[in-house]
């Protein structure tokens, strides 16, 4: 997913030298031009990944999952093959090797203070909640990636909704933050295109 060439980007910032980056998905063209129109300054970071990517030599195997992982000599012989089974392996040797399942929404606690769980279209747990965080809890406000995996713009845009929603919920007063909605409604349709874009089938039972 993005996030791994994101952390490519900063490994070669430290001076690591990247072999390359294996992504399940393809990267789908027509949900990333919606994501970019949702905010074209996120895509266009996205881009600025590929760029220094590109230019440092590192390979981007798309369509592509590790079989297996071999210790040889000092160092790691990474076997990759094609997400759709069959085809030809690849075989790769690394120091270090760093893989990544995806992310969980952290609802322990929400969980534990009563408020409903339910599943995404992805199949991924969240709080039931309201824009502004309001759980079914009385006194419960919920935002950012404690209730649902959303990221930085969807947390920020949650956690002023949420906070405005307790003032009023104290008797404070606090308007109503239409800027924020806005947000809010943009990310969210940032999210959903971006990861339609890097999605992959289930991976296969080993």
């Known amino acids: 997913g993005p996030l791994g060439l994101q952390l490519a980007v900063e490994l070669l910032a430290l001076g690591a030298r990247v072999v390359g980056v294996a992504d399940r998905s393809q990267m789908s063209r027509g949900p990333l031009m919606r994501a970019a129109a949702a905010d074209p300054a996120l895509i266009a970071q996205g881009a600025g990944y590929l760029f220094?990517?590109?230019?440092a030599g590192v390979?981007?195997?798309?369509?592509?999952?590790v079989r297996s992982v071999t210790e040889r000599d000092g160092y790691l012989s990474v076997a990759l093959g094609p997400v759709a089974g069959g085809g030809r392996m690849r075989h790769v040797e690394a120091d270090v090797l760093c893989l990544s399942e995806g992310f969980v929404p952290q609802l322990e606690l929400a969980r534990l203070l009563g408020a409903p769980v339910d599943t995404d279209a992805r199949g991924i747990a969240r709080v039931q909640r309201g824009t502004d965080g309001a759980t079914e809890v009385a006194g419960l406000w919920v935002a950012g990636d404690g209730?649902?995996?959303?990221?930085?713009?969807i947390a920020a845009a949650q956690g002023r909704l949420a906070?405005?929603?307790v003032?009023?919920?104290m008797g404070r007063p606090a308007s109503v933050d239409l800027?924020?909605?806005?947000?809010?409604?943009?990310?969210?349709?940032?999210?959903?295109a971006l990861w339609t874009a890097f999605d992959a089938p289930p991976r296969r039972p080993a």
């Open 167 to 169: 003032l009023r919920h």
């Open 52 to 55: 220094r990517l590109a230019r």
């Open 179 to 192: 800027a924020a909605q806005r947000r809010l409604v943009r990310a969210e349709r940032f999210q959903l």
């Open 163 to 165: 906070g405005l929603a």
């Open 147 to 153: 209730g649902g995996r959303g990221g930085a713009q």
């Open 59 to 65: 390979a981007i195997w798309r369509g592509a999952e």
